[in-house]
């Protein structure tokens, strides 16, 4: 059993080793003060208290930290486990001491309740974003890591979700700041805890062959060391271990195979002084052993996103055993091993005040870094380090993310937008906070409702951070208080509308509200009212376009007015020309015709119409025979047969008074077929006293019979009487005016 002063001894030899400058007094006063301040308190393996700080800063002085960070190892448990407080830390250490004693409390206070795969990232991102100082979390990690390697004396129930939370939370933790060792041993601890029977089973198997493995690791190193003697380079160190357990173990799960079955198990590694160096080695490797083609991996020239450098191939040995071999500078080492801690160490000497610059140098190192998950990395650290986020638990331990700044209303509505709607308190940590109160990282929320809430107010909508929630009480709004949207967004455009001044009598007028309407592009006025009293529109927005519609609509009418006073002014010249008094005109005919305007001029019966005397008649001014006479209602006199270049070429015309010709037009009879039907026609037709001049018949193959009759007729009268008497006549089904 080692003594707590020899255990003190021994972290002062450690911290000795490799910090000549470091605040020994200090220190031991650290060690002291927490010594006297755990008292009589017991680990539950029996041993003091004090044995657990000491241990978490021997972890943090083998990762090489600066005394601040020792003396804030032994000091960690103070505030949270004794009568310690900030303050005393403070006078006795210094302010940043105290500060990162006090954020390893704030990680501790956090409980995990939830082991959801999708909370896994939140609950990292928030301890980084709690971790104000690096170190912080270098010092949680560190007391994660005893704690597991003491964790046998727990009760079952609590190893499992320790180790859990350790595989979940930490070890990523520890990966991401490239703390490959402890990660390692984290996952490792988890891993004897969450699948015992599988690690006792690889270890075993592991102790079975470790006469074997050893004697194979030895041969291989002194292969390795002598070639690279030979090779003349210098400084170069070679040594074999065989995998972690909880690497052998992905192994086989992922590509489930037994641990016989498993590619390589033995892992070498030769350090060397420069990066020619190792591709030198990497030459002699591939030289004295078979290189397996692919596995190949050039970590120095593309490193890995948390700064991890090295050369990777995997060769097989003499015995056909496949080996990894691992070659990388002893610098490169140092930070594979302790990644952000190797750094940390680095950058101490030219460090500036402010914890912002803690940061500032983890980010450029990382910007520097080509590989594309880098990009990613550095994004995911700035968002946790520079804070534009922040992570709250539920009652239940559930992270919410929201928005720096966000209130209990963000937090609600987060929940739900029902749990928003009947809001009517808020607790943060136990105690009633404000509905503006800021939340902090880790804080708890609870949310009270209550079935009789008002729901949200207005107000809320510039209290809330996050747009989910003002969009959801916006939603709110549209939805329930549509009487109270009406009237608010009644006020608000009336009030928009005077500042343009316009008035609401010009927009209900029943002319234009149909236009105006349709260019807000809604139902009714109240529906853009209620819209603008929930925000989906703005009265100002809503104003301009009734606005333009309105001055596109008066535009509109000011031509139409214009157009109806110059036909008017045509009207009435044309009424008082009509009045003047005209000397009666003895108007002379042309074959029954007068056209308007002209006389003596030929007049033709166009041959498509025919039309007779009685028929509505117009005339067209041909190039050169006179006036052609059309039908009114033949499809060649349709006013849309007008082609433009006849425009002006139709004139009026009209039949005279004194008609004594007769005028030839034409009939088409459609009949049923039948024996005596040109007898019955000709007949009825010179009942009528009116003359064929011709007469032809074509039957169709489905029994029809279509009469072509050309007649002469006085007018319209006479030819009426004519088709109604061939219209009696039996199986005679239509009657017809040819036209067109
Ligand atoms: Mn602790």
Request: net charge neutral; charged share 25%; aromatic share 8%.
């Given at each position: 059993?080692?003594?707590?002063?020899?255990?003190?001894?021994?972290?002062?030899?450690?911290?000795?080793?490799?910090?000549?400058?470091?605040?020994?007094?200090?220190?031991?006063?650290?060690?002291?003060?927490?010594?006297?301040?755990?008292?009589?308190?017991?680990?539950?393996?029996?041993?003091?208290?004090?044995?657990?700080?000491?241990?978490?800063?021997?972890?943090?002085?083998?990762?090489?930290?600066?005394?601040?960070?020792?003396?804030?190892?032994?000091?960690?448990?103070?505030?949270?486990?004794?009568?310690?407080?900030?303050?005393?830390?403070?006078?006795?250490?210094?302010?940043?001491?105290?500060?990162?004693?006090?954020?390893?409390?704030?990680?501790?206070?956090?409980?995990?309740?939830?082991?959801?795969?999708?909370?896994?990232?939140?609950?990292?991102?928030?301890?980084?974003?709690?971790?104000?100082?690096?170190?912080?979390?270098?010092?949680?990690?560190?007391?994660?890591?005893?704690?597991?390697?003491?964790?046998?004396?727990?009760?079952?129930?609590?190893?499992?979700?320790?180790?859990?939370?350790?595989?979940?939370?930490?070890?990523?933790?520890?990966?991401?700041?490239?703390?490959?060792?402890?990660?390692?041993?984290?996952?490792?601890?988890?891993?004897?805890?969450?699948?015992?029977?599988?690690?006792?089973?690889?270890?075993?198997?592991?102790?079975?062959?470790?006469?074997?493995?050893?004697?194979?690791?030895?041969?291989?190193?002194?292969?390795?060391?002598?070639?690279?003697?030979?090779?003349?380079?210098?400084?170069?160190?070679?040594?074999?271990?065989?995998?972690?357990?909880?690497?052998?173990?992905?192994?086989?799960?992922?590509?489930?195979?037994?641990?016989?079955?498993?590619?390589?198990?033995?892992?070498?590694?030769?350090?060397?002084?420069?990066?020619?160096?190792?591709?030198?080695?990497?030459?002699?490797?591939?030289?004295?052993?078979?290189?397996?083609?692919?596995?190949?991996?050039?970590?120095?020239?593309?490193?890995?996103?948390?700064?991890?450098?090295?050369?990777?191939?995997?060769?097989?040995?003499?015995?056909?055993?496949?080996?990894?071999?691992?070659?990388?500078?002893?610098?490169?080492?140092?930070?594979?091993?302790?990644?952000?801690?190797?750094?940390?160490?680095?950058?101490?000497?030219?460090?500036?005040?402010?914890?912002?610059?803690?940061?500032?140098?983890?980010?450029?190192?990382?910007?520097?870094?080509?590989?594309?998950?880098?990009?990613?990395?550095?994004?995911?650290?700035?968002?946790?380090?520079?804070?534009?986020?922040?992570?709250?638990?539920?009652?239940?331990?559930?992270?919410?993310?929201?928005?720096?700044?966000?209130?209990?209303?963000?937090?609600?509505?987060?929940?739900?937008?029902?749990?928003?709607?009947?809001?009517?308190?808020?607790?943060?940590?136990?105690?009633?906070?404000?509905?503006?109160?800021?939340?902090?990282?880790?804080?708890?929320?609870?949310?009270?409702?209550?079935?009789?809430?008002?729901?949200?107010?207005?107000?809320?909508?510039?209290?809330?951070?996050?747009?989910?929630?003002?969009?959801?009480?916006?939603?709110?709004?549209?939805?329930?208080?549509?009487?109270?949207?009406?009237?608010?967004?009644?006020?608000?455009?009336?009030?928009?509308?005077?500042?343009?001044?316009?008035?609401?009598?010009?927009?209900?007028?029943?002319?234009?509200?149909?236009?105006?309407?349709?260019?807000?592009?809604?139902?009714?006025?109240?529906?853009?009212?209620?819209?603008?009293?929930?925000?989906?529109?703005?009265?100002?927005?809503?104003?301009?376009?009734?606005?333009?519609?309105?001055?596109?609509?008066?535009?509109?009418?000011?031509?139409?007015?214009?157009?109806?006073?110059?036909?008017?002014?045509?009207?009435?010249?044309?009424?008082?020309?009509?009045?003047?008094?005209?000397?009666?005109?003895?108007?002379?005919?042309?074959?029954?015709?007068?056209?308007?305007?002209?006389?003596?001029?030929?007049?033709?019966?166009?041959?498509?119409?025919a039309p007779v005397p009685g028929d509505e008649i117009i005339g067209f001014i041909t190039r050169g025979y006179g006036v052609s006479v059309h039908r009114k209602d033949c499809p060649n006199a349709q006013p849309d047969h007008h082609v433009e270049a006849n425009q002006g070429r139709w004139i009026k015309v009209s039949w005279s008074d004194d008609i004594r010709e007769s005028y030839t037009t034409g009939l088409e009879v459609v009949c049923k077929d039948r024996?005596?039907?040109?007898?019955?026609?000709?007949?009825?037709?010179?009942?009528?006293?009116?003359?064929?001049?011709?007469?032809?018949?074509?039957?169709?193959?489905?029994?029809?019979?279509?009469?072509?009759?050309?007649?002469?007729?006085?007018?319209?009268?006479?030819?009426?009487?004519?088709?109604?008497?061939?219209?009696?006549?039996?199986?005679?089904?239509?009657?017809?005016?040819?036209?067109?």
């Open positions: 059993m080692v003594s707590v002063e020899e255990r003190y001894e021994h972290l002062e030899k450690t911290i000795r080793g490799y910090n000549i400058s470091a605040d020994l007094t200090q220190i031991r006063a650290a060690y002291e003060y927490a010594r006297e301040h755990h008292g009589d308190q017991m680990r539950r393996d029996g041993s003091p208290y004090i044995t657990h700080p000491i241990n978490v800063a021997q972890i943090v002085a083998e990762m090489r930290l600066d005394s601040e960070s020792i003396i804030a190892a032994l000091l960690h448990d103070c505030i949270e486990d004794t009568d310690s407080t900030y303050e005393d830390i403070a006078k006795l250490f210094g302010v940043t001491v105290a500060d990162i004693v006090d954020g390893v409390t704030k990680l501790t206070r956090v409980k995990y309740s939830t082991m959801e795969e999708e909370q896994m990232e939140n609950l990292r991102k928030m301890l980084f974003a709690m971790s104000r100082d690096i170190r912080v979390i270098l010092i949680k990690i560190a007391d994660r890591l005893h704690n597991m390697r003491t964790m046998e004396y727990q009760t079952p129930a609590k190893q499992k979700k320790k180790a859990f939370e350790t595989m979940e939370i930490y070890a990523p933790i520890a990966h991401r700041l490239g703390l490959a060792k402890m990660k390692w041993e984290l996952e490792d601890l988890s891993l004897k805890y969450l699948d015992p029977v599988a690690y006792d089973e690889i270890n075993r198997k592991l102790a079975q062959a470790s006469t074997e493995h050893g004697q194979f690791m030895s041969r291989v190193q002194g292969e390795i060391s002598t070639r690279l003697t030979e090779a003349e380079i210098p400084h170069a160190t070679v040594y074999g271990r065989v995998k972690h357990p909880y690497s052998i173990y992905r192994k086989m799960y992922l590509q489930e195979k037994t641990m016989e079955e498993l590619y390589d198990l033995f892992a070498f590694r030769v350090l060397v002084d420069t990066v020619p160096d190792c591709y030198n080695v990497l030459g002699v490797i591939h030289d004295i052993y078979k290189p397996i083609l692919g596995r190949f991996k050039d970590y120095i020239a593309t490193p890995k996103p948390n700064m991890y450098q090295s050369l990777h191939t995997t060769v097989i040995g003499e015995e056909g055993i496949p080996f990894e071999v691992q070659i990388r500078t002893y610098d490169m080492h140092a930070i594979n091993e302790y990644g952000v801690a190797a750094h940390w160490k680095y950058k101490q000497g030219i460090k500036k005040e402010g914890n912002e610059a803690d940061y500032e140098w983890i980010r450029r190192l990382l910007e520097n870094q080509e590989d594309a998950d880098a990009e990613e990395f550095i994004h995911s650290l700035k968002v946790d380090m520079f804070a534009d986020e922040v992570f709250v638990f539920t009652p239940r331990g559930d992270v919410i993310n929201l928005p720096a700044g966000a209130t209990p209303i963000d937090f609600a509505y987060s929940i739900h937008s029902a749990i928003g709607n009947t809001m009517v308190g808020a607790k943060v940590n136990g105690r009633m906070v404000g509905f503006d109160y800021q939340l902090h990282n880790g804080d708890v929320v609870e949310i009270n409702t209550s079935k009789t809430a008002h729901g949200p107010s207005r107000d809320w909508m510039n209290i809330a951070k996050s747009s989910e929630a003002r969009s959801k009480i916006r939603q709110w709004f549209k939805r329930e208080r549509r009487e109270e949207n009406i009237a608010q967004g009644r006020a608000s455009f009336e009030n928009e509308l005077k500042h343009v001044g316009l008035t609401m009598s010009q927009i209900t007028a029943p002319d234009v509200l149909p236009s105006i309407l349709k260019r807000v592009s809604f139902q009714s006025l109240d529906e853009m009212y209620a819209a603008i009293g929930y925000g989906g529109l703005t009265a100002l927005k809503a104003v301009n376009r009734v606005r333009d519609e309105l001055l596109q609509i008066n535009r509109a009418a000011a031509l139409a007015k214009a157009a109806e006073e110059a036909a008017a002014k045509a009207a009435q010249e044309a009424k008082a020309a009509a009045q003047q008094p005209i000397l009666p005109r003895k108007v002379k005919s042309e074959k029954g015709i007068v056209v308007e305007g002209l006389s003596n001029c030929l007049v033709k019966f166009s041959k498509c119409c024996a005596n039907l040109l007898v019955d026609i000709s007949t009825a037709v010179s009942t009528c006293k009116v003359n064929i001049s011709n007469l032809n018949v074509h039957t169709t193959a489905d029994g029809f019979a279509i009469f072509h009759l050309t007649i002469s007729v006085s007018d319209s009268k006479q030819l009426d009487q004519v088709m109604r008497k061939i219209h009696q006549i039996s199986s005679v089904m239509k009657v017809n005016r040819p036209a067109g």
